[in-house]
């Protein structure tokens, strides 16, 4: 079955402080891969997405992911976060037209 | 240009009702996915269109259902209303060919009392 799993639901940072969220997922064939987040009384945008290539893809605001096809993962990182990325972010995946998305990680930074 | 736009915003409805929601795209996207959006499962695709045709669907009973109109505006349905159908009802524009990003809408929230 298709499915997308994030490892933590809640995320306590500090400011400065460096980001790795998790994000495994399971989709026979093709898939394509997105980080979507939602930050407080704002629509989901899309922070980052992958189809092919270069495994190391770098979106908006100093994120970046890392697809690693073997562990079928696809980490969301930022070496430094800031108060102002307290938000959900959430991991996706596509094919078919169909998008499965993780169930979302909170992250709040503590200025 | 003017993002995805949703209608109604907000919505209070009875058992056994039926509710009729509205999403009009992107000018010029021609796909439409929707999703529900709750606390407990998250974001669950329930159907994708393009040119007024289904391409996909999610694991979702036959209550729910959609369509997709010549001008790529979309409606879908929820017939006979449960508890549990209450949730932020999202839909999302793309042009829509592999992989392209989603543009979602501020969303409908259904209230099912």
């Known amino acids: 079955a298709q499915s997308v799993s994030q490892h933590n639901h809640h995320v306590i940072l500090s400011e400065a402080a460096s980001l790795e969220l998790g994000c495994n997922y399971s989709y026979g064939g093709t898939v394509n891969l997105f980080w979507y987040v939602q930050y407080p009384g704002q629509h989901l945008q899309l922070l980052l997405k992958?189809?092919?290539?270069?495994?190391l893809v770098k979106g908006i605001k100093g994120f970046e992911a890392e697809f690693i096809k073997s562990k079928f993962s696809f980490n969301l990182r930022k070496p430094s976060v800031q108060w102002s990325d307290t938000a959900e972010y959430f991991c996706a995946a596509e094919g078919g037209f169909k998008t499965i998305f993780g169930a979302g990680t909170r992250l709040f930074v503590k200025a | 240009k003017a993002g995805v736009t949703q209608t109604p915003r907000y919505l209070i409805k009875t058992r056994g009702q039926q509710v009729t929601l509205s999403c009009s795209p992107i000018s010029g996207h021609r796909s439409v996915s929707w999703y529900q959006q709750t606390p407990g499962q998250g974001l669950q695709f329930l159907f994708e269109?393009?040119?007024?045709?289904?391409?996909n669907k999610g694991n979702f009973p036959g209550r729910f259902s959609g369509r997709q109109f010549s001008n790529s505006r979309s409606e879908m349905n929820v017939s006979t209303l449960e508890l549990g159908d209450s949730a932020l009802y999202l839909c999302a524009s793309s042009f829509r060919l592999a992989g392209e990003t989603q543009y979602f809408g501020p969303g409908t929230r259904l209230l099912v009392l």
């Open positions: 992958y189809f092919s290539g270069d495994p």
């Open positions: 269109y393009f040119s007024e045709t289904q391409r």
